[in-house]
């Protein structure tokens, strides 16, 4: 499928019914799931995926419709619901497991692809992310609010990974709460492709 073709499709998935503050919900814009997972293909991590904090489901689905085995992990049941349905929608498999991702196990490692809570609401909720994507991951991409480079770098080279990409975008966001005063908010983040170093030593 190509990239906007996905794109378009990506745009007709349900959102969040009732969007819960308190969990960060927001959906990712489709232009950047799509940019996302078709860079993640050309690279040839797109076999096993785990999206962490899934909500609608949106990245774990563009990741199917490329062909990956994706699962989504998810503490909200309202948002898993609504994914059971993309999935559906969109005619691919994709295992949903309603949980926190603090307890998580795979029994092979993959690519974990996610837009966690990026810890307005609670500080550091993006960091039990990452540092589950470190355990169950050879190569993590992961969406954060800008100016989490240094954090970012920090925590990876901590646990035997390393930043090879980081890339910046203004994001869109749609009103979902009625503290939003405009229809659409530009918002800058980070997305970074993180891996594992083999044997102690810096790929690439
Ligand atoms: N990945 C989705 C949703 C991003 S919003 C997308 O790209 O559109 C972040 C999601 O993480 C929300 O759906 C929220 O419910 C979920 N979440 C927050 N804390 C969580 C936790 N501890 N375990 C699992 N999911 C969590």
Known sequence: MKKKDLEIFLESLEGFKTPKIF?????????????????????????LVFDLGCGTGIIA????????????????????EVAKRNAKKSGVDVDFVLCDVEIVKVKKKGTVIMNPPFGIQKRHADRKF???????????????????????????TEHGFKVTHVWKYMIPLKKTYD????????????????????????PR
Not at 131 to 156: C, P, Q, R
């Open 23 to 47: 969990l960060e919900q927001y959906v990712t814009p489709p232009p950047l799931v799509a940019e996302i997972v078709t860079f993640a293909k050309i690279s040839g991590d797109l076999e």
């Open 61 to 80: 689905i563009a990741s199917a419709l490329l062909g990956a085995f994706s699962i989504g992990v998810e503490v909200d049941r309202d948002a898993i």
């Open 179 to 202: 503290f939003h005063e405009k229809p659409y908010k530009y918002i800058p983040v980070e997305v970074f492709r993180i891996e594992r170093c083999r044997n102690g030593s810096f």
């Open 130 to 156: 990452l540092l589950k994507a470190f355990e169950i991951a050879n190569v993590i991409y992961t969406v954060h609010s800008a100016g989490s480079e240094k954090f970012v770098e920090k925590i990876s």
